[in-house]
């Protein structure tokens, strides 16, 4: 868990410096922005639990933690 959550937060503080570096109201920037807001509540998500099994899994059946968690990265990212 403790890879996931560093993953995330690597995830999460690239989206912040990607965007500083884009023009301000971009519609790259505010992508990233948004990636950037997105993956700050996975990271929230992941560092809030005390135990997995004391929550409903939010990963699909039969993924690996980091597989799922980077996949919804990829989807944070791209979106716009």
Same mark, same amino acid.
């Given at each position: 868990?403790?890879?996931?959550v !560093?993953?995330?937060?690597?995830?999460?503080?690239q989206?912040?410096r990607?965007?500083a570096?884009?023009?301000?109201?971009?519609?790259?920037?505010r992508a990233?922005?948004?990636?950037?807001? !997105?993956?700050?509540k996975?990271?929230?998500?992941l560092t809030?639990r005390?135990e997995?099994s004391?929550?409903?899994?939010?990963?699909?059946a039969?993924?690996?933690? !980091?597989d799922?968690a980077?996949?919804?990265?990829s989807r944070a990212i791209?979106r716009s």
């Open positions: 868990m403790q890879s996931l !560093r993953d995330v937060l690597a995830a999460w503080r989206a912040e990607v965007a570096r884009l023009p301000n109201g971009s519609h790259e920037q990233a922005a948004s990636a950037a807001i !997105r993956l700050r996975v990271f929230v998500d809030e005390d997995l004391q929550r409903e899994p939010s990963w699909p039969g993924q690996d933690d !980091r799922a980077e996949a919804m990265a791209h």
